[in-house]
C-alpha cells in the first residue's frame, strides 16, 4: 500500500497523556485521559453510554478542540502545539472521519461529498489523483462499498438511504488514504444486519489502505469485529460542574 | 489539484440553489431597494437638468418685485402667478439702456385648456435658447403674423390634436376649465413648435397686441356688458400693451450684468427685480436640496432594510446549516473559510440584488420615460450609471458583504462551540 512515511514509532498512531479538557460557558463538562494509545493498523471499539464524553473525546482526538493540559500525539505530532490552521490541514491529512448520520452535504452531488477532504488535503489529494483521476478513486472507492456512482450520477445526497448515506460517508473519511479513520457511532441508524456488513466494507477498505479505526458506540455487540474493545470510563474521567 | 479547490464555492452555489427561493426573494428585496434608491437619483438629477436646461442665453429676467425663485417659477417654468405686473413704461426704460442687446417682453395669466398663454414678441423665438443655447424650430408652420394668429408648443399640439389653421379659443384665468372665454375673438393656430423638453412645449404663443385685444372690452378681470367689441374693429384700436408679466433681457456684455441688475433693482418709478437666471436656480436647489436629502436618506435606509431582512435570512438559516458546517470542518475546512463562505454568500446576494435592481430600473426606465416626460415634462436620459451612482452601487456591495459578516461571526463561533457534533 502506498503510505507516507511518519516519524512515530512504528506501532502508535495515536497517543495521550495528562489530557484535560473543560468546555467554555455555564454548563461546563471535563473530561480528563491519563494515557491513551492506538497502534497503527488496530481497529478499536470505544464503548460507553451517551452523555460520558465520547464526543468530546471525539473532539480533541480530532483537533478540533485542544486540551487544557496534557500532550496529544498524532504520527509523532503533538496536535496541541499546532497553530489553528494548522491543526486543520493536519486533521485534513491524516483523518477519515465518518459521523452517526446526516454525514453529507445534501444538496452536493455523490462524487462532490467523496471528494470534499481532498479540497483542504494536498497529500491525500495527490495520492488520491496516483491511479489517475481522483473522480476515478472515488468511483473505485463508492464501487467497492457497494455503491454504483454511475447509477446515481443524478442524485443528490439527500436523496439516498440512510445506508448508502453512510456509505458515502465512508467513501469520503478512506479516500487519499488518511491514516486514522474516526467513527462516531457510524451504524447507530441502521439495523443490525447492515450494521455488520456496513463494518465489514469499512474494515476491508482500511486494511487496504493501511489506516487504523477507533469507532466509538454504545453497542457491545459490535465488538466481535474489533481487534480491542475499550470502556471510555476506564481511559478517561468526566465530570459535569453543575452552574451556581 | 485545481480541480478539487473549485468543490468547496461549488457547493457553496449548490447550498444556495437549495435554499432557491428565500434566496430569490432576498435579491429581489435588495433589487428593489436599489431600484428606488437609483431611481431618486435618477429622477433627481434628471429634474435638475431639466430645469437647469430650461433657460439659456438670458442674462437677466426682469418682473415686478418679488423673491428671485418666484420669478424664475413664474416667468419660465410657469409655475404660480405673478403678484404685480411691470409697465409698459418701465419695460421701454429698460429696453433703451445702452448695455441692452435684446429684450423679449412675457406677459401671462390667460390659458387654453389648462396650458398657459404667453403673449410676447416674435423674437421670442430667435432669443428664448435651452439646453446650452438650442433655439425654437417650428415642425410646422411660422411664427405669428396676423393678430389672431397662436404658435403652440409640441405638448399643446399632441394632446389637443390642433394642426396648423385650426381655430382656437383662449380662456381668462389658469383652470383647465374656465367659465369665461375668449370666444368672441378666437385664434387660429400658425405654428406648431418641435419639441425642447421645457415649458415651451405646454404653452401657446401669441402677440402681446393679442393679449391687449382680447382683454379690450374687459374691466377688473371681467367682460363689460353691452361693451362687447368686435374682432374685426379691435384691428383698428391702439393695442399697445399697458403692462406686462415679465421680461427677458440679453446684454451686449456679460460684465455689465451686475450693473444693470442694480439699476434695475433701483429703478424709482416702479418696484422691479432684476434675477440671473443662474443663481436663481443655485437658490432653488439650496431650497430643495432638504427634501431631496429626505429623499435620499429614505431610500438609502430603504437599502439598509433589505440588507438587515439579508442578514436575517443567513441567520435564521444558520442552525440548520450547523451541520453543513461540523462537516466542512471534520474534513479539514479552518473557521476562517466558513467565515469567508458565508460573508461570500452575503456578498453574491447583494450583487445580485444590485445586478437585478439596476436591470429593473432601466427597464422601468425605458417603459415610463414616455409617460413621465408626458405628464411631468421630466425628461429622464437612459444614460449609463454615473460616477457617483457607480460609487453607491459599489458601496452597497460593499455593505452586503460587511452585513455577511455578522452571521459569518455568529456561524464562526458556533463552529468553534460546537466541535465535531452539532447539539440539535
Redesign the interface.
Known amino acids: 500500500m502506498q503510505r507516507s512515511l511518519s516519524q512515530s514509532p512504528p506501532g502508535d498512531i495515536v497517543r495521550m497523556s495528562g489530557v484535560t479538557f473543560r468546555w467554555p460557558g455555564a454548563r461546563s463538562f471535563s473530561l480528563s485521559i491519563d494515557s491513551f494509545t492506538l497502534p497503527a493498523r488496530e481497529r478499536v471499539l470505544l464503548i460507553g453510554p451517551s452523555g460520558t464524553g465520547k464526543s468530546t473525546f471525539l473532539s480533541l482526538l480530532c483537533g478540533i478542540v485542544v486540551p487544557q493540559a496534557g500532550t496529544l500525539e498524532v504520527l509523532g505530532t503533538d496536535m496541541t502545539k499546532l497553530a489553528n490552521a494548522a491543526r486543520d490541514r493536519f486533521r485534513a491529512e491524516h483523518f477519515g472521519i465518518i459521523f452517526q448520520m446526516f454525514n453529507l452535504l445534501p444538496y452536493g452531488s455523490i462524487i462532490d461529498n467523496v471528494m470534499l477532504p481532498l479540497s483542504f488535503a494536498k497529500a491525500r489529494a495527490e495520492r488520491a489523483a496516483r491511479g489517475g483521476q481522483p473522480e476515478d478513486e472515488a468511483r473505485r472507492l463508492l464501487l467497492s462499498l457497494g455503491l454504483d456512482a454511475s447509477e446515481l450520477a443524478g442524485h443528490t445526497a439527500a436523496s439516498l438511504s440512510v445506508g448508502q448515506q453512510q456509505r458515502v460517508a465512508a467513501a469520503r473519511a478512506l479516500i487519499g488514504g488518511p491514516e486514522l479513520i474516526v467513527a462516531d457511532e457510524p451504524t447507530s441508524a441502521l439495523d443490525r444486519g447492515r450494521q455488520l456488513a456496513f463494518l465489514d466494507l469499512l474494515f476491508s477498505e482500511a486494511e487496504a489502505a493501511g489506516a487504523a479505526v477507533i469507532m466509538v458506540s454504545h453497542e457491545e455487540e459490535l465488538g466481535t469485529r474489533f481487534d480491542r474493545v475499550l470502556r471510555l470510563d476506564d481511559i478517561a474521567v468526566s465530570q459535569r460542574s453543575v452552574a451556581a | 489539484?485545481s480541480?478539487?479547490?473549485h468543490?468547496?464555492p461549488?457547493?457553496a452555489l449548490?447550498?444556495l440553489?437549495?435554499r432557491a427561493l428565500t434566496a430569490f426573494l432576498t435579491v429581489l428585496a435588495i433589487a428593489f431597494s436599489v431600484m428606488l434608491l437609483l431611481g431618486v437619483e435618477k429622477v433627481r438629477t434628471g429634474a435638475r437638468q431639466s430645469f437647469a436646461d430650461t433657460i439659456s442665453g438670458t442674462d437677466l429676467i426682469v418682473g415686478a418685485r418679488s423673491g428671485q425663485i418666484q420669478l424664475l417659477l413664474y416667468s419660465i417654468f410657469r409655475i404660480g402667478n405673478a403678484t404685480n405686473n411691470v409697465t409698459w413704461k418701465s419695460y421701454e426704460d429698460i429696453a433703451k439702456r445702452p448695455e441692452v442687446a435684446w429684450i423679449v417682453p412675457l406677459s401671462l395669466g390667460d390659458s387654453h385648456h389648462g396650458f398657459r398663454v404667453l403673449g410676447t414678441t416674435a423674437d421670442y423665438f430667435d432669443r428664448y435658447k435651452y439646453r446650452h443655447g438650442h433655439g425654437l424650430t417650428f415642425a410646422a408652420g411660422g411664427p405669428f403674423k396676423d393678430l389672431f394668429d397662436a404658435v403652440i408648443g409640441a405638448d399643446v399640439a399632441k394632446s389637443l390634436g390642433y394642426k396648423v389653421g385650426d381655430p382656437i379659443v383662449v380662456a381668462h384665468g389658469l383652470g383647465s376649465v374656465s367659465f369665461i372665454e375668449h370666444q368672441d375673438k378666437p385664434f387660429r393656430v400658425s405654428g406648431i413648435l418641435a419639441k425642447t423638453g421645457t415649458p415651451v412645449d405646454r404653452t401657446v404663443h401669441v402677440s402681446l397686441e393679442a393679449i391687449e385685444a382680447i382683454h379690450v372690452d374687459w374691466q377688473n378681470g371681467m367682460p363689460q356688458p353691452g361693451q362687447s367689441i368686435s374682432a374685426a374693429d379691435v384691428r383698428k384700436m391702439d393695442l399697445r400693451p399697458q403692462a406686462i408679466t415679465a421680461a427677458l433681457v440679453g446684454l451686449k456684455s456679460k460684465l455689465a450684468t451686475f450693473k444693470l441688475q442694480r439699476a434695475i433693482n433701483d429703478y424709482s418709478q416702479e418696484p422691479l427685480s432684476a434675477i440671473m437666471p443662474g443663481a436663481a436656480l443655485q437658490e432653488l436647489w439650496g431650497l430643495v436640496g432638504t427634501a431631496e436629502t429626505a429623499l435620499s436618506v429614505v431610500s438609502a435606509m430603504v437599502v439598509a432594510t433589505a440588507l438587515l431582512g439579508m442578514v436575517t435570512m443567513i441567520l435564521t438559516t444558520l442552525n440548520e446549516r450547523r451541520?453543513?458546517m461540523?462537516?466542512?470542518?471534520?474534513?479539514?475546512?479552518?473557521?476562517?473559510t466558513i467565515l469567508g463562505l458565508l460573508a461570500t454568500e452575503a456578498g453574491l446576494l447583494t450583487l445580485a440584488g444590485v445586478v437585478l435592481g439596476v436591470a429593473m430600473l432601466y427597464g422601468a426606465l425605458l417603459v415610463l420615460r414616455p409617460w413621465v416626460d408626458a405628464a411631468y415634462g421630466l425628461n429622464l436620459d437612459i444614460d449609463p450609471p454615473t460616477t457617483r451612482e457607480w460609487t453607491m452601487l459599489g458601496g452597497i456591495v460593499v455593505a452586503g458583504f460587511i452585513a455577511g459578516l455578522l452571521p459569518a461571526m455568529r456561524a464562526y463561533r458556533l463552529s468553534l462551540?460546537d466541535?465535531?457534533?452539532v447539539r440539535t
Request: glycine share 6%; no cysteine.
Open positions: 489539484m480541480v478539487h479547490r468543490i468547496v461549488r457547493l449548490q447550498s440553489r437549495n451541520r453543513e461540523a462537516i466542512l470542518r471534520s474534513v479539514g475546512a479552518r473557521p476562517t462551540a466541535g465535531m457534533t
